[in-house]
């Protein structure tokens, strides 16, 4: 076994044969001024020649490891996997898709020789995205800021520089629903942010599609926080506390003036939402019971087919 290289780069792939030979090119150009180094490329169950390209990198580069997933289990848990099989004493965490730029990654390790154990890219501006995404993510930070209670900076995606000891913290909790960019936030210890502007694309199509990264928000906010469960709660007391007044005013009315047999369209609105507020609430309880069922049977958080490892044998 040879020694521990200082820096490993992390990269969680999912249908990028398109773009891999660019991207490796790239990394290699900025990370042959730094010292020892080697890149994990984690193929999450592609179903295009990421698998291949990646076993032809590994050929020509003995700093490249391939960690081959048994399925697709989803970029959190192929990033997982990833940062399992990372030897360095820094680990860097990149997309493949070239919207965060390698170049990057000088600024990031100077952070880390500052004394910060996590020194994260920030994105200034987001060229490519519709404006959209751009609202909704921002609108989603802020609703992770002020509901969870952790410290998730805006604007800030997986494209990062952590620590060993940052590294140690996160391979502690094991989670199976897993939100990375709250767990790393989570974990604390001193950081600080390098601001760039985000690229478009370098080739390919991205995976995420409106309903992935709703997903993904729901799987974020119900992973730190049981504000919906309070929002529920205090919702049903304020529901509950109209309705009450309303019947005493049905009452006094009735006595007042007799009853009469008009109303029935207000009933509908009435019984319509109470039902449709009642499913809401039933659904965010399912959302955390889903969770706690999936947490109990304690099943591993992925499966790997292989790894490509050149002082290795293949295993």
């Known amino acids: 076994m040879q020694s521990s290289p200082v820096f490993s780069v992390v990269v969680p792939c999912f249908n990028e044969a398109e773009v891999l030979d660019e991207f490796h090119r790239r990394l290699c150009r ?16 592609s179903t295009d020649a990421t698998l291949a390209c990646q076993a032809a990198l590994h050929r020509s580069d003995p700093r490249v490891v391939v960690v081959n997933l048994s399925r697709n289990f989803g970029k959190e848990i192929a990033t997982t996997a990833g940062l399992d099989q990372a030897r360095g004493e820094a680990v860097i965490l990149i997309d493949a898709d070239l919207q965060d730029p390698p170049e990057l990654i000088p600024e990031l390790v100077e952070g880390w020789r500052e004394g910060f154990d ?7 501006t987001r060229a490519g995205e519709s404006w959209f995404k751009i609202f909704t993510a921002r609108m989603f930070y802020r609703v992770m800021q002020t509901f969870t209670g952790v410290a998730l900076p805006a604007n800030t995606g997986d494209f990062r520089l952590m620590s060993r000891r940052v590294l140690t913290a996160l391979q502690e909790l094991p989670e199976h629903h897993r939100f990375m960019k709250g767990l790393f936030a989570w974990v604390g210890y001193p950081s600080r942010a390098v601001l760039y502007d985000r690229a478009p694309r370098f080739a390919g199509k991205t995976s995420w599609s409106y309903w992935k990264l709703w997903s993904l928000a729901l799987e974020g906010i119900t992973s730190f926080t049981t ?9 049903g007391l304020i529901i ?8 005493l005013w049905i009452i006094g009315k009735t006595m007042v003036f007799g009853s009469d047999f008009p109303g029935y369209p207000s009933l509908m609105v009435v019984v319509l939402f109470m039902g449709g507020a009642q499913l809401v609430f039933l659904g965010i309880i399912g959302e955390y019971l889903g969770r706690i069922f999936n947490e109990t049977k ?3 958080l ?4 292989r790894v490509l490892r050149r002082d290795d044998e293949e295993r």
């Open 240 to 247: 509950s506390t109209l309705a009450g007044l309303y019947g």
């Open 302 to 305: 992925y499966f790997v087919e």
């Open 118 to 124: 996590t020194v994260y890219a920030q994105r200034r």
């Open 30 to 45: 900025v990370m042959e001024a730094l010292e020892s180094w080697e890149v994990v490329y984690v193929n999450d169950g």
């Open 227 to 235: 504000t919906p469960l309070k929002l529920a709660t205090y919702i």
């Open 298 to 300: 304690r099943r591993p």
